[in-house]
Antibody, heavy 120, light 110 residues
């Protein structure tokens, strides 16, 4: 069945780096735009980044631009989020999500999330 | 990229209807028909309930409906059931290849 499974979360010090992974099954990443969405503890959802279905376009929220990089490995059907220069305010559950259509249509499939904690 | 505005809470008794609003601007909700709604139970991932303002994905009960007027979108849940108690989030395309979410509404079934 269609499924997304995130991994790579953990505890990291401010200024550190972490790479999240999102393994897709039941569909191929090459056919869909993919997003990262995060949720700080007790807070709402925040869109983080998107990569186009063909990998040619990548866009970021202002809060992470220049620090985070979204990428994918089609051979492994896996999405990534490289997070550098992490701050306390990046602490959140990070979800990967599939776009239903063109890129900013709707988030129709979600992973279970992976937790990132930035703390000294 | 300001968040869309939702009421923090909403409530209704079983069988009743409740409507949750989501207010943005002409640059997001009012400018595009890419408004979607998500249900999130505690500790769980969000679930798509409505896309393109008023369309329901396969498997979502027709008790859930969406609409939009100007810069405000709305989600209506009819025939409230205990399992509808959850947090609900709206989202919209905001132009310039960005997306924005609302702050979320906690729906309580009394």
């Amino acid at each position: 069945q269609v499924q997304l499974v995130e991994s790579g979360g953990g505890v990291v010090q401010p200024g550190g780096s972490l790479r999240l992974s999102c393994a897709a099954s039941g569909f191929t990443l090459s056919g869909y735009a993919m997003h990262w969405v995060r949720q700080a503890p007790g807070k709402g959802l925040e869109w983080v980044a998107v990569i186009w279905y063909d990998g040619t376009e990548k866009y970021y929220a202002d809060s992470v631009k220049g620090r985070f990089t979204i990428s994918r490995d089609i051979s492994k059907n896996t999405l990534f989020l490289q997070m550098n220069r992490l701050r306390a305010e990046d602490t959140a559950v990070y979800y990967c999500s599939r776009d239903r259509d063109w890129g900013f249509d709707a988030f129709d499939i979600w992973g279970q999330g992976t937790t990132v904690t930035v703390s000294s | 990229q300001s968040a869309l505005t939702q009421p923090p809470s909403a409530s209704g008794s079983p069988g009743q209807s409740v409507t949750i609003s989501c207010t943005g601007t002409s640059s997001d909700v009012g400018g595009y028909n890419y408004v979607s709604w998500y249900q999130q139970h505690p500790g769980k991932a969000p679930k798509l309930m409505i896309y393109a303002v008023s369309k329901r994905p396969s498997g979502v009960p027709d008790r859930f409906s969406g609409s939009k007027s100007g810069n405000t979108a709305s989600l209506t849940v009819s025939g409230l059931q205990a399992d509808d108690e959850a947090d609900y989030y709206c989202s919209s395309y905001a132009g310039s290849n960005l997306a924005v979410f609302g702050g979320g509404t906690k729906l309580t079934v009394l």
